[in-house]
């Protein structure tokens, strides 16, 4: 291995380990025999935390590779070879809930290393390793900050972390992801920049991986040679068998990418190409299967940094939490102890080692003294009373612990409101994101959220809500008001309440046929949802994505649900706009962002429906709808 992942790939959102880590707990004290292994995949598809069905003959190993998440992590040991399973101290902290939970994941993460101790099978992957991934990213965002600049994007995380070996390596990141951002901000458009990128990753992967391509060059040279003694090699099943090896990927030679480098080579060698040409296309093929785990990487890394409740996510860069900048400094002083091979266990299970700033009483006073006069100062800001502040110094660590819980909630909770009041005045900037959002996927795992956040801050900006701000939107976000993940299933992704209206919000990334299959049925049941729960109020839906395929117009233009409460069909009032049109009809309300203009367009747009026979004909009269408000506010 040349590069790391913090996390695991197949748990890719650490939010899900502790609800699979309550469902392992069930088996507690068993053998994690491949018997055991079904069950806990069961247990963990009853109660909706993996979905689908999986054929048996990978189930157990679904749920091998589900244990295996909360072993890295050190919150069990689920493992056949060292029975029974066991919830470790760390794990049963976890399990806990917050604030002890952020706790135990900002413990965990600064006991990763590599090569694992525990590991010993795997040493051997690990060859000029020695680093701690959490604390590696932790100190190069720091040394970033200390630079002048945010911290790493994604981009630099994949480029230039995951391939860093060395916990001593901090200052070299750090300069390489600068001189990057530098390159990358003096290039003129996403095409340009996503070039880069490219070729900066093909360059990495080469420098690390060479021996990758030219062990399988030299494969391929006996192939070409055989095929130059006999023609008619190449159309042997030993050939192809060959030649699949040296095409074949980590997941195997039946990949498309494999399949189709394996096409091209044969076709290359049967019209007798040169052999820069063939080795071009060995070290394409494998090179770019590299870089692209490399940005793989950086998603997991991403997503599982968060846990520690010091980063937060700023567009598509990781940064340290406003709340968290002393307590980042801090732990990134910390230095892992000399610790033997028999002792490791259990230091790596422990639930209170190693020490944290929130351990330390006297860090907990003053991080509270700055908590409360923030927490005044919102409150003033947003017309709320105060809370008078009590003696710190009086009270014990579990006290303050519970106290600085407390606080902090209560300056999440103002900093949001004072967020909504001021998302009017940020219209301009919103408009902006959201157009970055349409166009670049570098925002990684993160874009869907950052789509919901995005169009969250749009409609707080249309103002004159009356229902609390928290409950306009169903999914959750930090205490620096930044999007966590996307709202949960089962429910709309945003709900505005106002005078006589409710607004169901859903948005979508997809575009092409699987939004239809995707939100076809599930956004006509939750504006309907909302419709039952709001019966005094007229509900309308408003459904947003990059492109509205025909067939989600078509869903829409005639949509009717089934009300059991009636015993007859009910109309759902849902409108279809891309988000260039809802960036458009924001922009014609002007100065004048209020949610009675922003209904009438709404509405406007639904009425048309009626002249329509079809769902693309509603969608050309809602783009000349959208036009003419244009049109209307550039006259005026």
């Not at 049925?521 to 492109?547: K, N, S």
Request: glycine share 6%.
């Amino acid at each position: 291995m040349k590069t790391w992942n913090l996390g695991n790939t197949t748990v890719r959102n650490p939010e899900r380990i502790a609800a699979g880590l309550r469902v392992l707990k069930r088996f507690e004290g068993q053998r994690f025999d491949e018997t055991v292994q079904v069950a806990f995949y069961e247990a963990l598809r009853d109660e909706g935390i993996l979905s689908g069905d999986m054929q048996p003959s990978g189930q157990a190993i679904s749920g091998r590779k589900w244990a295996a998440a909360a072993n890295q992590m050190g919150f069990a040991v689920a493992l056949k070879s060292r029975p029974p399973v066991v919830i470790t101290e760390a794990g049963n902290r976890l399990l806990l809930g917050e604030p002890l939970a952020t706790e135990a994941w900002l413990r965990q993460l600064l006991k990763v290393e590599l090569p694992p101790p525990l590991e010993t099978s795997r040493l051997g992957q690990y060859e000029g390793f020695s680093i701690h991934p959490f604390a590696f990213m932790l100190r190069v965002t720091l040394a970033l900050e200390d630079l002048g600049l945010e911290g790493p994007s994604r981009q630099e995380i994949a480029l230039f972390l995951v391939t860093s070996l060395q916990d001593d390596d901090v200052q070299g990141a750090a300069v390489e992801c600068a001189a990057y951002r530098r390159a990358i901000d003096g290039l003129r458009g996403s095409v340009a920049r996503r070039n880069h990128f490219v070729s900066t990753a093909m360059r990495v992967a080469a420098r690390l991986y060479a021996d990758e391509v030219d062990e399988r060059c030299d494969a391929l040279r006996e192939v070409v040679s055989l095929v130059q003694e006999d023609a008619a090699y190449l159309d042997s099943a030993d050939c192809a068998e060959q030649l699949r090896a040296v095409c074949a990927g980590g997941k195997g030679p039946h990949t498309r990418a494999s399949v189709n480098a394996f096409e091209l080579l044969t076709r290359l060698i049967r019209e007798g190409a040169e052999w820069e040409t063939l080795v071009g296309v060995v070290a394409e093929n494998r090179l770019r299967r590299r870089a692209t785990t490399f940005v793989d990487y950086a998603d997991t890394t991403i997503r599982y940094c968060r846990m520690s409740g010091l980063f937060t996510v700023r567009g598509a860069r990781l940064v340290i939490s406003e709340d968290a900048q002393d307590a980042a400094r801090r732990v990134a002083d910390w230095r892992p102890p000399s610790i033997k091979a028999d002792l490791f266990s259990e230091w790596f299970w422990s639930a209170d080692r190693p020490e944290l700033p929130s351990d330390d009483a006297s860090f907990l006073r003053n991080d509270l003294r700055r908590l409360s006069q923030e927490r005044a100062s919102l409150a003033a800001a947003v017309s709320v009373s105060e809370v008078e502040a009590p003696d710190y110094d009086a009270m014990a660590l579990p006290q303050l612990k519970l106290e600085h819980k407390s606080t902090a909630d209560d300056v999440a909770r103002l900093r949001e409101e004072f967020f909504y009041r001021r998302q009017a005045e940020c219209l301009p900037e919103i408009l902006h994101l959201l157009q970055d959002i349409e166009v670049d996927d570098d925002m990684g795992p993160y874009r869907p959220a950052l789509l919901e956040w995005a169009v969250w801050r749009s409609l707080l900006a249309v103002d004159a809500i009356t229902c609390r701000v928290a409950d306009t939107r169903n999914f959750p976000v930090d205490s620096d008001v930044n999007p966590l993940h996307t709202a949960k299933g089962g429910v709309a992704d945003m709900v505005f309440e106002y005078v006589g209206h409710t607004l169901a919000v859903e948005v979508t990334l997809r575009t092409g046929p699987n939004q239809w299959s995707a939100e076809g049925e599930p956004v006509p049941r939750h504006v309907f949802d909302v419709m039952r729960r709001r019966p005094d109020q007229r509900t309308l839906g408003l459904f947003l994505a990059p492109r509205i395929d025909p067939n989600t117009a078509n869903q829409f233009l005639a949509q009717v649900y089934w009300s059991d409460d009636i015993r007859d069909n009910v109309a759902v009032d849902i409108v279809p706009l891309t988000l260039r049109q809802y960036g458009c009809l924001l922009r014609s309300l002007g100065q004048l962002l209020k949610p009675d203009r922003l209904l009438h367009h709404l509405d406007d747009c639904l009425s048309r429906r009626t002249s329509c026979q079809h769902g693309p004909a509603w969608l050309a009269e809602i783009d000349r709808a959208v036009r003419s408000y244009a049109v209307e506010t550039a006259a005026s």
